[in-house]
């Protein structure tokens, strides 16, 4: 069974950093693109950052650029998305999702449940 | 402000059919067949409904459909029913720097 596990979410101050990871299996993680893709409550998605199977492609949201950092290990079969310089703006539910091919352009066909990251003094 | 523009919400009655836009630009929609379709129910995991414009993924439901024309990609659903009722998004590639962008998603109610 393909299934993605999130974890690290928390409550922070803002400015402070948190590192979210994703624990892949059940497919090959290493022919696939993955994604970071939260949501605000009562907000609708919003994509945060992409990389290629090969780390060779990263794109960002121009929201979090300069300060969230996506990166993987294949050997681990984990997803990572370092965030740091927090804002109160980046309260939401953070998903890991698959790429449907290896690099990024392509659609997102496997979802974790989300990992929650509350920002606030 | 998202970067692909859907209705906010749309309805109809069971059995009917209803379709849903997103609009974009040329450097996004019009300009690659990378439009995805995400069905997302409260308290769910978004799944994945359609991919590079037309394709179904397998498991999902014939009923649903898609299509482009220009800026504009579109999601149709037939012969609607109850479990529909959910919030959908599109998503595609966009030449930005950003290289991916949703839309601001659509609530269906089912009548």
């Known amino acids: 069974e393909v299934q993605l596990v999130e974890s690290g979410g928390d409550l922070v101050q803002p400015g402070r950093s948190l590192r979210l990871s994703c624990a892949a299996s059940g497919f090959n993680f290493d022919d696939y693109a993955m994604h970071w893709v939260r949501q605000a409550p009562g907000k609708g998605l919003e994509w945060v950052s992409g990389i290629s199977w090969n780390s060779g492609s990263i794109g960002y949201a121009d929201s979090v650029k300069g300060r969230f950092t996506i990166s993987r290990d294949n050997a681990k079969n984990s997803l990572y998305l370092q965030m740091n310089s927090l804002r109160a703006e980046d309260t939401a539910l953070y998903y890991c999702a698959k790429g449907l091919r290896g690099v990024i352009p392509y659609g997102m066909d496997v979802w974790g449940q989300g990992t929650t990251v509350t920002v606030s003094s | ?111």
């Open chain 2, 1 to 111: 402000q998202s970067a692909l523009t859907q209705p906010a919400s749309v309805s109809g009655s069971p059995g009917q059919s209803i379709t849903i836009s997103c609009t974009g630009t040329s450097s996004d929609v019009g300009g690659y067949n990378y439009v995805s379709w995400y069905q997302q129910h409260p308290g769910k995991a978004p799944k994945f409904m359609i991919y590079e414009v037309s394709n179904r993924p397998s498991g999902v439901s014939n009923r649903f459909s898609g299509s482009k024309s220009g800026n504009t990609a579109s999601l149709t659903i037939s012969g609607l029913q109850a479990e529909d009722e959910a919030d959908y998004y599109c998503s595609t590639h966009t030449s930005s720097s950003t290289l991916v962008v949703f839309g601001g998603g659509t609530k269906l109610t089912v009548l």
